[in-house]
């Protein structure tokens, strides 16, 4: 039994909504080693690299990266928000996972 589970007792879980969860954390983790992936290379050089520790320019630098592609990440979703633009019409994958969670649900019914 999951610690999840224990907390709402009367909530039921289906099946579809772990499969879109699934997809929400595979695409923020892509995210989030992107964003990782790029502030480490703009941020910490190579050459000297013997210190446990960050230096505090180098804190300095990945903070305001990581701020930085955040900040531009909001702005883009909210601009795509406000324009009506949805993953059904812009998402292949999208529709691909729908169709195969409606079809594998109305399979197990």
Do not use: W
């Amino acid at each position: 039994m999951s610690m999840f589970m224990g907390s709402f007792p009367g909530q039921e879980v289906s099946q579809e909504k772990l499969d879109i969860a699934e997809v929400q954390f595979d695409a923020m983790n892509a995210t989030f080693n992107n964003i990782l992936k790029s502030c480490l290379e703009k941020c910490i050089s190579r050459d000297g690299y013997s210190e446990g520790d960050l230096a505090k320019g180098e804190m300095c630098c990945i903070d305001r990266c990581v701020a930085k592609i955040h900040y531009g990440n909001r702005l883009v979703g909210g601009y795509v928000q406000s324009k009506g633009f949805g993953p059904e019409q812009y998402l292949r994958h999208y529709n691909e996972f729908k169709s195969s969670s409606s079809s594998s649900s109305s399979s197990n019914n």
